[in-house]
């Protein structure tokens, strides 16, 4: 019997994806929403792109999918990508030949049936199978039908009798129970120990809770909370932020309270977090770099009370509009948004903060995009670092004496934030870490390491990853 296959490795860890019951709630759901999920998983393997850019694009395409079909389509693709290494490592033990040889539609149509039958326990296997078998049918020959077919069919027979490999092969064991590339599993348990890495690796697999900030320039948290009693299963407040409030049991964010006044935005706790590293105050000019989607950007005016300036930076010019849309809906006035490459860009007064939140991997983000882990590398690592740097030596020059530097990421993995940090600070040596500002609570103070490192994990603080440093210009 496999240890693992419905519950845990090990220590029964929550594995599962959250929301079984809604997730295969439609065992009959429309064949479209397969399909796009198929196309999905298709191209975010072929194109190393994020699921959630993909899913957007075709789902403004089908048009007519409802908001059950919807959600269930959003938990096939993310469960699949989620459990991906694992659900590989069983088809490799009944498939005749290796994933890799097979063509690419064929091993994602694979690897969503499977999904469904190991994990989806309201969808009848016979669902799983006879989809599989039509969308093979539809992209292969009758050979990839039958392939599929007997595949599946010998998966259903004998999923009590699949193994994963024995704990004592560490690697090995973790990389295949949760479901994580081998690369990656090799870097964690040798930075923090077998133990803690395998802590990681189950957060970075349980599905992210909803985090909203309370837009508290229009309502405090304790009203909009007691506003949404009744509309949701739960509202609680975050402990290390004063606007987050963690939603269980809610579908349509439109249909909260004050969604169209602007009382709430969705943002992680970490990302909160690193807004209140800024240390912003009313009145004073501030820079977001790299500035999409605005969450940042909106949450620094809501500390400096909409007074000021902040000028929110962003390359890519069809992130602006969706920006202007949620800070017109937050009623946010002294956000100026502008295009521009933050590795070359040019100002001519200069900032009392800047904030940069770095382009990374997003390795941090993993339980929210759990592609993540399989269309990054560790040569990314790299790549990014000097792209990172670049951002860095630029915007540094705008520091006003005295003023402050906020580097950021989502990122767990040292090339892209001690590693950064140490080679700017080398070469700028008029900048120094502000090791534990004074202003911050208690509870994010210990969230420091001795060098002055800000870190969020999501084993530790039920956040995203995220990495920060504050530095500050001497006078």
């Known amino acids: 019997m496999l240890c693992g296959a419905w519950g845990s490795p090990r220590s029964s860890p929550r594995i599962l994806p959250s929301r079984r019951g809604s997730e295969g709630s439609r065992p009959c759901v429309a064949e479209t929403s397969r399909q796009i999920a198929l196309d999905v998983l298709t ?24 908001e059950k079909d919807r959600n269930f389509l959003f938990n096939l693709i993310k469960g699949t990508l989620r459990w991906r290494g694992r659900v590989d490592y069983f088809l490799q033990q009944i498939a005749s030949r290796p994933l890799e040889a097979m063509p690419v539609r064929i091993r994602n149509i694979l690897r969503l049936a499977a999904y469904q039958i190991l994990f989806l326990d309201r969808v009848p296997d016979w669902a799983a199978v006879d989809q599989a078998a039509e969308l093979a049918r539809r992209y292969g020959h009758e050979g990839h039908v039958r392939f599929v077919n007997a ?18 092969l560490t690697i ?17 348990v040798r930075r923090f120990g077998a133990g803690t890495a395998e802590r990681l690796l189950e957060a970075s697999n349980l599905p992210p809770p909803l985090f909203l900030r309370v837009n508290t320039l229009k309502i405090s948290r304790e009203e909009w909370i007691s506003r949404i009693s009744g509309q949701a299963e739960g509202a609680r407040p975050h402990p290390l932020v004063p606007e987050g409030v963690e939603v269980s049991g809610q579908g349509d964010l439109t249909t909260l309270p004050g969604y169209q006044q602007g009382w709430f935005y ?30 940042k950007a909106s949450h620094l005016a809501q500390l400096m009370q909409d007074r000021g300036e902040i000028v929110a930076l962003e390359m890519e010019e069809g992130k602006i509009a969706r920006m202007q849309e949620n800070l017109k809906r937050l009623d946010i006035r002294s956000v100026t948004l502008q295009t521009g490459d933050a590795s070359r860009v040019e100002f001519a007064q200069p900032f009392d903060r800047i904030l940069i939140d770095a382009p990374c991997s997003g390795l941090g983000t993993i339980r929210r995009h759990p592609e993540a882990k399989w269309i990054k590398s560790a040569e990314d690592l790299i ?88 530095l500050i210009r001497k006078e």
Request: glycine fraction near 8%.
């Open 172 to 188: 090995s064991y973790l990389q295949a129970a949760y479901s994580f590339p081998e690369w990656l599993v090799e870097r964690w």
């Open 383 to 470: 790549r990014h670092q000097e792209r990172q740097l670049s951002i860095l030596r630029n915007v540094s020059r705008f520091v006003r004496d005295g003023g402050t530097l906020i580097y950021a990421t989502c990122s767990t993995e040292p090339e892209e934030n001690e590693e950064v940090i140490g080679r700017f600070l080398g070469e700028r040596p008029e900048f120094t870490i502000e090791k534990k500002p004074k202003e911050l609570e208690a509870a994010i103070l210990e969230m420091f390491d001795e060098q002055g490192y800000f870190h969020a994990y999501p084993h530790l603080h039920h956040t995203d990853g995220f990495f920060a440093a504050r």
């Open 266 to 295: 969705v943002q992680d706790p970490g990302s909160m977090i690193v807004a209140h590293l800024s240390g912003a105050k009313p009145g004073e000019r501030i820079l977001d770099a790299c500035a999409a989607p605005g969450g």
């Open 151 to 168: 595949v599946l069919r010998n998966l259903i027979r004998r999923r009590e009798d699949l193994s994963l490999p024995d704990p004592s």
């Open 43 to 66: 191209e975010v393997e072929t194109e190393a792109c994020f699921a959630d850019e993909v899913l957007n694009r075709h789902l403004s395409r089908a048009g007519g999918i409802g």
